[in-house]
């Protein structure tokens, strides 16, 4: 059973460190629009997650007078980095768009495949763009076209699927929009941010996927993400949690993607998400430290706690999301699932 100095030690943590448990920042210029809406990504609309076909190898390496005489020198830079870091046989997704990527700058308000400065959309394989933003969205654009494959049927009339980083979509809909922004805003600031150009991003979506993969660790993160795999991830966090609890945090995520930006961070139904999203985090990591019998769980988990604050919270104005109580229900939560797992392989 859990020892319960660690609940000491984390409500030390939450009132040391937090003078109201946790926040999240929102824009003084946002706070009197209103918060609208439109649908709602419920749990209850989630069936499965896709397995990803076998990718094919239609390129082994990048052809650069494949590209746009204009663009083969930020492509390059790209690449040079990213095989630094990321082995070879993740990269086939990348191989096989990049030779036939078509990058299409815009100098008009609205992007016809993007609501903000830059999109990629792997339907089509085209990286769209305004024009001024160039520099700043590129590898972000890139690290998506990288990730991303697509599930043909034998009918082109039927559904078709698509597979980008974490998210999957077709006509029918969408999971994991939120938390693969989130996660390429990670990378992006992690491989790029020594260029000139410092990205700018979804820092809440980005500070999450931070959390995430601290829990779950860059190696497999870098597999999955890649390889277009969402099942592969979801199949090794059933190891620690259930799956219902993983959809729940992966629409929740599209949930803050969806409506949280440039609408009221502090409407209750935001809130709510945050705190759902900050619990499973902290429930994931303390299953996983049971389940793995680390010697050092109760000290790591306080750590955790504190990566929180430090990663999805700002100086600005700010809202309370969770508190030490919360906290200490989500760590119980977590001992509770590990011994669920553990009873399941006896």
Known sequence: MLDY??????????????????????????????FRLVKHLDIGQVTDVIIPPTISKKYDELNIKNIQLL????????????EKIVPKEYLQNFYNNINEIKFKPSFVKHLTIASAAGGYAPEINVIEFKAEEFFRVINHELLHMASATHFPQPNPDSEQNYLSGFVQFS????????????????????????????????????GIAKLFESIVGEQDMMKFYFTANLNGLYNLLCNYIPGN????????????????????????????RMKSIISFLITLAY???????????????????????????????????????????????????????KSQTL
Do not use: W
């Not at 992966?250 to 809130?271: A, K, M, R």
């Open 171 to 206: 006509d029918m809909g969408e999971i994991g929009r939120g938390f693969n922004e989130g996660y390429t805003v990670h990378l992006d600031h992690k491989y790029f941010s020594h260029q000139k150009h410092e990205p700018k991003g979804y820092k809440i979506l980005g």
């Open 245 to 272: 609890n993983i959809y729940q945090f992966l629409t929740d995520c599209d949930f803050i993607y969806s409506y949280g930006y440039g609408q009221n961070l502090i409407h209750p139904d935001f809130v709510a």
């Open 71 to 82: 663009y083969r020198k930020q492509v390059k830079k790209f690449l040079e980095t990213l």
């Open 5 to 34: 100095d660690i609940i000491a030690l984390i409500t030390a943590i939450a009132t040391t460190f937090l003078t109201i448990p946790l926040y999240i920042v929102y824009d003084k210029k946002m706070k009197k629009k209103p």
């Open 287 to 341: 299953s996983k430290l049971c389940i793995t019998n680390d010697s050092e769980k109760e000290n790591k988990i306080a750590t955790f706690v504190n990566m929180i604050f430090n990663s999805i919270s700002y100086d600005e104005i700010k809202q309370p999301i969770i508190n030490a109580e919360e906290i200490k229900e989500a760590i119980i939560t977590g001992e509770m699932f590990a011994e669920q797992m």
